[in-house]
């Protein structure tokens, strides 16, 4: 992330209460970092100035995006003492409000009480860089990209079926998730390339910026099924290196379509379901045809 070459030693600066974070943000200048909270190991921030050293290795398993997410280790010192060093992923916003938006929706999806609830990274703060605000989130090693997963199988005929089989189910588990909430999120970008899992194959989120919550009105049901729809084709568009479909169409359906479909009843209203279901069946045969 070339824009931070000239941020790598800072002295933070504390956030404790976020409930004003668009004005605190809005007062920082460019090379500034804020990190939420007023303390790391109980030493106060303003004692305190981070080391950040770029790991370029930390992206394997996740594919380059076009926000130019840079990977770091944050060392926290304290008179020239090494305190901690965490993995740190820093990723640069077009506006801050954008940059805010989205540390609202992480901030809210860790904090939902689920059974099967599913994670993303955690904000620790920001860093006002010339003319966009990055967020900092921690960064867990072991979390998996789906589109890296198949990355390692283009030069081959056709994805094994146990690895098609875990992308597809990230895939279901994933949406049926936030499509299931009281008050439900879309994706509105969701590639294959959005999906993740960790190192035990539990799903995890690794891009919230698009999300929405909405509701499941007639009027915005087919936001949901243009969900179903960006993934089922995006698994479908992976190619292998000779140019042939490297996923398994039938496995598509199987483990990402079917079991969707099987829970519309549960996900949509009486007023609704028709609607899903003619639009699930309709992407159900155009996956089947190789569309």
Request: hydrophobic share 35%.
């Amino acid at each position: 992330m070339r824009q931070l070459e000239g941020y790598l030693s800072i002295t933070p600066i504390a956030i404790d209460d976020t409930s004003d974070l668009r004005e605190q943000v809005d007062q920082l200048s460019p090379g500034d970092i804020a990190l939420f909270g007023t303390d790391r190991l109980g030493v106060p921030l303003d004692y305190l100035y981070i080391g950040l050293d770029p790991r370029d290795d930390y992206s394997e398993g996740r594919r380059n995006s076009i926000n130019e997410v840079g990977f770091y280790d944050a060392t926290s010192y304290c008179s020239g003492v090494p305190l901690t060093t965490q993995p740190w992923a820093i990723k640069p916003y077009l506006t801050p409000r954008a940059a805010l938006k989205d540390i609202d929706t992480m901030r809210h999806i860790n904090s939902l009480e689920h059974p099967q609830a599913i994670r993303t990274f955690e904000p620790k703060g920001v860093i006002r860089l010339e003319k966009e605000v990055a967020v900092i989130t921690d960064f867990i090693q072991g979390v998996r990209s789906c589109d890296s997963l198949i990355d390692e199988y283009r030069g081959e005929t056709i994805l094994p079926e146990e690895k098609a089989r875990l992308i597809a189910r990230t895939a279901f588990a994933t949406m049926h998730y936030f499509h299931s909430l009281e008050k439900p999120y879309t994706m509105n970008d969701a590639q294959i390339k959005n999906f993740a899992f960790t190192i035990s194959t539990e799903p995890w989120c690794i891009d919230t910026e698009t999300f929405q919550q909405t509701n499941k009105d007639s009027a915005k049901i087919t936001r949901f099924v243009r969900d179903v729809g960006s993934c089922a084709y995006s698994m479908s568009g992976q190619y292998n290196y000779d140019g042939q479909r490297i996923l398994n169409s039938e496995l598509i359906i199987e483990y990402f379509i079917k079991p969707y479909e099987e829970s519309i009843s549960d996900l949509y209203s009486y007023e609704t379901v028709d609607i899903v279901q003619a639009s699930i069946e309709g992407l159900k045969q155009d996956i089947a045809q190789g569309a």
